[in-house]
């Protein structure tokens, strides 16, 4: 017999039926945390709450009164910043649909937590969702943003509203950005190289996971606009962390 929680039942049942998501209990959180079985879920949610690949070495939370999370996928993370930042005001972005329904379903209750079915780009604009490449689909953690092109031979790809984080501080009145998290799968190479960057001058810190394996540059590009306002650097998991002088 198996035992989950208080319910004890027989691993046949596994064998006989599927079961394409389960449901967790967060302490602080009023309601279940839904995982998909069938995606990478799972493995984001142990990144996030196991390794806690988010938590800078020193950020008082007291004093962190905004988060932007870009590329909040299924809301981990962002269920991660509301209970680290309880003071916190976040602002979560998610471009793909099906990691978005995920989101809202996990992160809708949350209070002080907006979600956008969003993506974050260098200009305003609207974007491509890329689901493949070259026949190879990418997963749910995978879908990447590009330019949407006219003409492109086959069905229409879906799109998604992008927006600079110029324009995201504008539109929710944001003076000040505490705390940046950046996980848009190679997208980042357009943030950083945009001109649109004022918001650089008002962010306390940065956690970027770059993408240079499929797009090169991305690094580059975020070192080249921090520049020296860069006070600390550091490394955990697959998140770069910048401490900056804001």
């Not at 929680?5 to 967060?26: D, M, N, Q």
């Not at 995606?39 to 938590?55: G, L, M, P, S």
């Not at 209970?83 to 949350?110: G, H, M, T, V, W």
């Not at 330019?147 to 944001?174: E, I, K, Q, Y």
Request: hydrophobic letters at 45%; glycine letters at 6%; charged letters at 20%.
């Amino acid at each position: 017999m198996l035992t989950i929680g208080k319910t004890r039942f027989s691993p046949h049942i596994l064998e006989r039926f599927a079961v394409p998501e389960i449901a967790i209990r967060l302490p602080g959180i009023a309601t279940p945390v839904w995982l998909r079985t069938e995606e990478t879920d799972q493995n984001v949610f142990a990144k996030v709450f196991v390794a806690n690949e988010y938590a800078p070495r020193s950020l008082d939370p007291a004093s962190v009164a905004t988060v932007i999370d870009a590329g909040a996928n299924i809301g981990a993370s962002t269920l991660w910043f509301r209970l680290a930042y309880p003071k916190a005001r976040i602002i979560a972005l998610e471009p793909d649909p099906a990691n978005f329904a995920c989101l809202q379903r996990n992160c809708a209750s949350l209070p002080g937590v907006e979600l956008l079915q969003a993506a974050l780009w260098g200009e305003d604009t609207e974007l491509a969702l890329q689901s493949e490449i070259e026949g190879r689909p990418l997963g749910s953690w995978g879908t990447r943003t590009a330019p949407a092109s006219a003409g492109t031979p086959g069905p229409a790809p879906a799109l998604t509203p992008a927006w600079t984080l110029d324009s995201l501080s504008a539109r929710f009145g944001l003076e000040r950005l505490d705390y940046v998290k950046i996980d848009i799968e190679g997208a980042e190479k357009s943030v950083f190289e945009s001109p649109a960057r004022v918001w650089l001058k008002r962010t306390r810190l940065i956690a970027a996971e770059f993408h240079d394996r499929f797009l090169p540059g991305c690094t580059a590009a975020a070192e080249a606009a921090m520049g020296p306002a860069v006070m600390q650097k550091y490394q955990r998991g697959e998140n770069v962390f910048y401490r900056l002088a804001a």
